[in-house]
């Protein structure tokens, strides 16, 4: 099936969108909920006798692009934070409800799940007991165990004689270092800046007999803004996003974009 002709067809499927810089890949986009793609252009009126119109030039020609992904994207994060992805030395904060037992009581210890990380001697810091009355009390971490205070070794939190009670509850935070490569992170530094790429976006056009061909439109420059809400209501947490194209002055192509229809067997 040769198509000579955009005439007659329909975007029918949005696939998915590729983001691309210097060959390399950055990120898919094949979740898609919703897909803009805004061309415009100003035009400017020359006027004679009366206010009657003479003449129009145009200038200002330009097209941006905005859309919502259904699952989170890294590589699109990255691009538009102008930060990077590690999978090491993470760093999570902990919390960790203890209530308190019998022999807990007892002994004036209770136990916390992980190890934490941090200046030894100031690892957890502060522990918040909950009494009878629902007072809160906050214990200050130190050497050894007194009034205000609790000592910390290895997992152990170790209180003062009769501070803590048969049903208490024991509130802890703390910092936990990940093994590496078992999370993932993206830092959002104040001193950088959104980024571009190359865009793909791919999907099926149908034209009025019936028949279904591929389609590409192709961003050479696409600068994202950093602009994006991750936002979680009623319905899942969605990431949007929003780009301009940009003119290539290092080119002898000037296109902000390029549509190609093509059979599927090509």
């Not at 805004?38 to 006027?47: F, K, L, R």
């Not at 200046?119 to 009878?132: H, L, M, P, W």
């Amino acid at each position: 099936m040769g198509i000579v002709s955009i005439d007659g067809w329909t975007v029918t499927q949005w696939d998915a969108i590729e983001g691309f810089k210097n060959g390399l890949h950055l990120f898919t986009l094949d979740e898609l909920q919703e897909v803009a793609i805004n061309n415009t252009e100003e035009s400017q009126d020359v006027t004679g006798a009366g206010g009657s119109i003479l003449n129009s030039n145009k200038r200002n020609k330009g097209c941006n692009g905005t859309g919502t992904n259904g699952l989170l994207s890294g590589g699109l994060m990255e691009v538009q934070t102008g930060g990077k992805q590690t999978t090491k030395d993470i760093v999570i904060l902990q919390k960790d409800t203890i209530t308190v037992t019998a022999d807990m009581a007892s002994a004036n210890k209770v136990s916390i799940t992980k190890t934490p990380t941090g200046t030894a001697g100031a690892e957890i810091q502060y522990v918040y007991v909950k009494g009878a009355t629902e007072v809160v009390t906050t214990y200050q971490q130190a050497v050894d165990a007194g009034e205000g205070k609790f000592a910390y070794d290895n997992k152990e939190i170790t209180f003062a004689a009769s501070a803590i009670a048969e049903g208490n509850v024991v509130t802890v935070y703390y910092n936990v270092k990940l093994t590496d490569d078992t999370g993932v992170k993206i830092t959002n530094d104040a001193s950088k800046y959104s980024t571009e790429c190359e865009l793909v976006y791919t999907g099926l056009a149908k034209n009025a007999c019936g028949k279904e061909a591929c389609f590409q439109f192709s961003v050479p420059r696409a600068d994202f803004t950093g602009n994006f809400n991750l936002e979680m209501g009623d319905s899942q947490t969605t990431h949007s996003f929003e780009w301009t194209a940009l003119k290539n002055k290092c080119s002898t192509s000037n296109n902000f974009w390029d549509f190609i229809i093509f059979p599927d067997e090509d």
